[in-house]
């Protein structure tokens, strides 16, 4: 890197890009504040998540809430030692020690269940995607301003060590100019009506489960489209199945995107630049490994430290609150609706409405 290009604007080589991310680093986990933590749900990414805040963390998780006693006791039993286990969500929202509550029942029910929280004066952290449309993401985010409480999409990508390192190379100007994403996320389901990326009423299809990263992950770099183009099939129960996209800048930049729920693929990812690109093969919205390839300067490799990754994004809050904000500086509201606009709008082009819409 000479200093002629250590001087330039990293906004120059990426749009999202700022100071901060010459760094390319991010904070020790065990630096954040302690937090207490409820989960809303008792699935297998509240486990992750539980797992990466009691290992990984200086929180924890004191209560777990699921419409069954039984289950989230087992749930704590396996995931969360000595925690309090709720029969209801509404006894989960009403428990004093929880300073934050976690989301993580199916994004059908995401607008539904953060409600409650606000209601209940909690702070949030909901998973991916917030809500299923844009429309119901403006409603939560307008009570959770109207309460003064926290919340948080939970895009855990945006907090890994990964990530900063990818931005900081670009930041440095290693790559040149960002002109093209490339990213996809398929994985092969047995088709099951009754299964969540199927089901219409659980808000299914690719699109929201596993597509969301992809675009995040382009949005990150270039932020919102200027034009959004898709093209994709439908499962039986008409929710979108095999969706191609290309989003597109008026500094022509590009992201070419891929999701599907019937398909074998990878998730893998590729940033090209004006003189060079970043290579991630495997897992890109994970904690990962990558290869820069320079046209002016030897290649290099990143590999991410060991453990679960949804600590990252527990200890972003727990930073956030400390600070007494409401709002993610690395993951704001401007940034969950400008994606969920972008969902919304390839959602329409496939003609894909759930009941209730």
Not at 23 to 28: D, I, K, L, R
Not at 121 to 135: A, F
Not at 321 to 346: C, F, H, K, Y
Request: with cysteine; glycine share 10%; hydrophobic share 45%.
């Amino acid at each position: 890197m000479t200093d002629t290009a250590a001087a330039v604007d990293p906004a120059t080589y990426a749009a999202r890009l700022t100071t901060a991310d010459l760094a390319g680093t991010v904070p020790e986990l065990l630096d954040a504040p302690a937090l207490r933590w409820g989960v809303l749900g008792a699935g297998n990414i509240a486990a992750s998540f539980s797992d990466g805040v009691r290992d990984r963390t200086a929180g924890s998780i004191v209560a777990v809430g699921s419409r069954s006693a039984d289950k989230a006791r087992a749930f704590a039993d396996a995931h969360a030692p000595g925690a309090r286990a709720h029969g209801s969500y509404e006894a989960l929202v009403a428990d004093e020690e929880v300073d934050a509550v976690y989301v993580a029942t199916p994004h059908s029910h995401h607008l539904e269940h953060a409600l409650l929280a606000i209601e209940a004066g909690k702070h949030l952290l909901v998973e991916k995607p917030l809500t299923r449309s844009v429309s119901e993401s403006r409603t939560l985010l307008d009570a959770a301003e109207a309460a003064g409480v926290f919340c948080m999409e939970a895009v855990w990508t945006r907090f890994l060590p990964h990530v900063a390192a990818i931005r900081g190379a670009i930041a440095r100007g290693e790559i040149g100019e960002v002109r093209t994403v490339i990213a996809e996320f398929d994985v092969a389901f047995a088709f099951d009506p009754s299964h969540r990326l199927f089901a219409p009423e659980l808000a299914g299809g690719a699109l929201l489960d596993l597509g969301i990263y992809p675009i995040t992950f382009a949005h990150d770099l270039l932020g919102a489209p200027d034009t959004v183009l898709a093209h994709g099939t439908l499962a039986e129960t008409g929710v979108d199945d095999h969706v191609s996209m290309i989003l597109g800048y008026d500094d022509g930049a590009q992201a070419i995107l891929h999701t599907s729920s019937g398909a074998s693929g990878g998730a893998g990812a590729r940033i090209i630049g004006t003189r060079g690109r970043i290579e991630v093969p495997h897992f890109f919205f994970g904690p990962t490994g990558f290869e820069v390839v320079r046209d002016d300067g030897p290649s290099w490799t990143f590999t991410s430290p060991d453990g679960e990754g949804k600590a990252y994004e527990a200890a972003e809050v727990a930073r956030c609150l400390a600070a007494g904000q409401t709002q993610s500086a690395r993951m704001p509201w401007s940034d969950t609706l400008e994606v969920m606009a972008v969902l919304d709008e390839v959602r329409a082009g496939l003609g894909v409405v759930y009941p209730g819409e």
